[in-house]
């Protein structure tokens, strides 16, 4: 997957957890809960679905990377590069 | 004539009525549609298919969820506490409180249910499944959905009530017994405002279809509207559905002081226990049940002029009701029964509580509404004064009894008067 790709994977899944949201203008430099209604267990949701979709393991000490759109892409890059978009 | 019964002894802060209902059904979502549907003879039981078990019938709620919740809060909840945020948010709606200024830490939430967590474990092992049984994809959304107070804190967290909220197990006696917890705590003054009835989300777990299938009580019919046949020679089980149905309760003093409309006073109520077998009712103990209620109303059993049956379209179940209700109503010319699992199936957790609800319009119109579906009347079921396929007009209506019973023997018997 590129950096584009795993970025609207993202978009993707939030918009499963956050339906009620409007993701269109999500800014990538600043932190989902700034922008969005999102507490622990939303972010949990995140992890669990890369879990089942992609089978992406992220250990719980790194879960701060998943603090905004640009870091959760930048965290994902390398362990989702190998992956092909559906 | 002035209604006598033990009302008249009682002050108007230990007098409890009900002065809003909200409510789902297979056949109406608010309590107009249903009980036009009710006296229309309309049936809300449709086919089914649920995993596993295949095809079926089930009574199924459409209603505007998100007229009250979040699709958010919908995705992270349970169906069971979507169905009680429905109806506790008409019963308020209906109510002419201004909720806005309402105390929420006076409000207590009492909501019955036959069962809770099925559904969410059901699914659960159905995902891990696709990860062989690997326990890391288990939701940590499971202990908040499956808890057993789940339906009543979906509905607190909904509204911002911080009064007591609680669910009330009861199996298929659940309905009145939340009602009846209600009534008990506004008593005791433990809260001002009851929102109290019950829900059930249960036609979404496979395992009460095929656990009634293994019984051989699951009903299966062509005419899916014609398989919920309580009384009838060729009934052959449950139809499962799911409903809900809170109401608003009060006592009468703070009624009157803010001029609620009242939709029906509470009279009594009697809940009591076979404690003879898991499954099959005990005709005896049901009649005790009846008996203790009309006892505690200073009733006689004359004085009742609607019975609200619970049967289920069992061959056991219809009979033994109707032979502790035979018993019971011996010689009163009076008094009519009807029954509403014939239009709607069984909605387990709410169904004391919404079958209640279709008859209390009778008040006002008084027209008791029939037991649909009884092509063949089984002679055993054959009560003096049932009312079969078209809806009767009576003289008058005070008071209506509702019967409602469960597994493991547990009887619940609530009466309610005119007002």
């Given at each position: ?86 | ?57 089930a009574g199924i709620c459409e209603f505007e969820a998100v007229k009250y919740q979040s699709r958010r809060d919908m995705r992270r909840g ?84 911080t009064g007591p909220h609680y669910t009330i197990g009861a199996a298929c006696a659940a309905g009145n017994a939340g009602i009846i917890q209600g009534v008990q705590m506004l008593r005791l003054h433990e809260c001002d405002i009851a929102i109290a009835g019950g829900v059930s989300e ?218």
């Amino acid at each position: 997957m590129t950096s584009a790709e795993i970025r609207d994977e993202i978009l993707d899944i939030l918009s499963d957890i956050a339906p009620d949201e409007d993701l269109s203008g999500l800014e990538d430099s600043k932190s989902f809960r700034e922008q969005l209604e999102l507490d622990s267990m939303d972010f949990l949701d995140i992890v669990m679905e890369l879990r089942k979709r992609h089978r992406v393991q992220i250990p719980e000490e790194d879960y701060g990377h998943l603090a905004s759109m640009g870091s959760t892409v930048t965290y994902l890059e390398p362990k989702m590069r190998d992956i092909v978009a559906a | 004539m002035t209604l006598r019964d033990c009302t008249h002894e009682l002050p108007d802060d230990q007098r409890i009525v009900m002065t809003s209902v909200g409510l789902t059904s297979p056949n109406g979502h608010n309590l107009e549609m249903y009980r036009e549907s009710l006296v229309a003879g309309r049936s809300g039981v449709k086919d089914y298919n649920i995993r596993y078990v295949g095809d079926t019938h089930a009574g199924i709620c459409e209603f505007e969820a998100v007229k009250y919740q979040s699709r958010r809060d919908m995705r992270r909840g349970t169906r069971a506490g979507t169905v009680g945020i429905w109806s506790a948010g008409e019963a308020i709606a209906r109510s002419g409180l201004e909720w806005a200024n309402v105390d929420k830490s006076r409000v207590g939430i009492y909501v019955g249910i036959t069962e809770h967590g099925n559904v969410e474990t059901e699914n659960e092992i159905y995902s891990i499944k696709q990860y062989e049984y690997d326990t890391t994809y288990w939701s940590h959304h499971h202990n908040p959905r499956t808890v057993a107070n789940n339906p009543a804190g979906e509905i607190a967290l909904n509204l911002g009530i911080t009064g007591p909220h609680y669910t009330i197990g009861a199996a298929c006696a659940a309905g009145n017994a939340g009602i009846i917890q209600g009534v008990q705590m506004l008593r005791l003054h433990e809260c001002d405002i009851a929102i109290a009835g019950g829900v059930s989300e249960s036609v979404h777990t496979f395992g009460i279809f095929a656990s009634f299938k293994s019984q051989g009580a699951l009903a299966s019919n062509a005419d899916p509207t014609k398989a919920s046949r309580p009384f009838d020679t060729d009934r052959n089980g449950i139809v499962v559905a799911e409903g809900g149905c809170l109401y608003i309760l009060e006592r009468l003093s703070d009624a009157k002081a803010r001029g609620a409309t009242v939709l029906a006073e509470i009279v009594s109520y009697a809940i009591n226990t076979d404690a003879t077998d898991f499954v099959l009712p005990n005709p005896e103990r049901q009649a005790q049940c009846v008996r203790l209620a009309l006892k505690r109303g200073k009733l006689n059993a004359d004085q009742i002029q609607i019975v609200s049956t619970h049967a289920t379209g069992t061959t056991s179940g219809d009979n033994q009701e109707c032979e502790a209700l035979r018993d019971v109503f011996a010689g009163c010319k009076g008094v009519r029964f009807n029954n509403t699992k014939s239009f709607i199936g069984h909605t387990m957790g709410a169904a004391g509580a919404i079958e209640l609800a279709g008859n209390l319009p009778a008040f006002q119109d008084r027209v008791c509404h029939a037991t649909i579906n009884v092509d063949n009347l089984d002679p055993k079921c054959a009560l003096d004064g049932l009312v079969i396929n078209q809806p009767q007009e009576l003289d008058r209506v005070d008071y209506i009894l509702n019967n409602s019973f469960g597994m493991l023997g547990i009887n619940s018997v609530l009466i309610v008067r005119r007002f």
